[in-house]
């Protein structure tokens, strides 16, 4: 069983940067990875979804790609899993319990991606809709000439 938790928890986690991942064939699995979803976003807090955000961005922050961008504080990527850990432990175990079973039992990790997007995109949203953070996605649009847009602009 830990095994599969293991492996289900790997896929929860590639949630966060997989895009479309590819959708269970059988309907009644769908079914379950959509309410496992639901239930992972009703059963969870506010704190549980800024730790969500914050474990992505320290996940993204540890990638080369990031280095010179983003500079992890020692222990804090740490800090994160952990949380992360027992959030995906509670909701799993407790709170989404229902809903988890028959993804465990069909081993359907493309229905915990599904799930685990359903989280990821409301714990982002809710951080993006700090105005700071808004305006720091628009702020490049300040860098914009409409005069090189007339190609393709009715």
Known sequence: MKRCAVTVAAALSMSAVQA????????AIQ???QALGECMVLKS???DRLT?????????ASAPQAAGVATLTP???EEFDKGMAAIFTRLMTVDCADQARPLFKAR??????IAGEAL????????????????ALGAYTRYLRQEDFKA???
């Open 108 to 113: 359907d990790q493309a229905g915990f991606r």
């Open 20 to 27: 479309g991942a590819q959708a269970p064939t059988d309907a």
């Open 75 to 77: 222990g804090k990527k």
């Open 45 to 47: 807090t506010g704190a």
């Open 31 to 33: 079914a379950q990875a």
């Open 120 to 135: 990821g995109r409301v714990a982002m949203e809710e951080l993006l809709n700090n105005p700071q953070a808004s305006a």
């Open 52 to 60: 969500v955000a914050r474990w992505f961005l320290t996940a993204v």
């Open 152 to 154: 393709v602009l009715p």
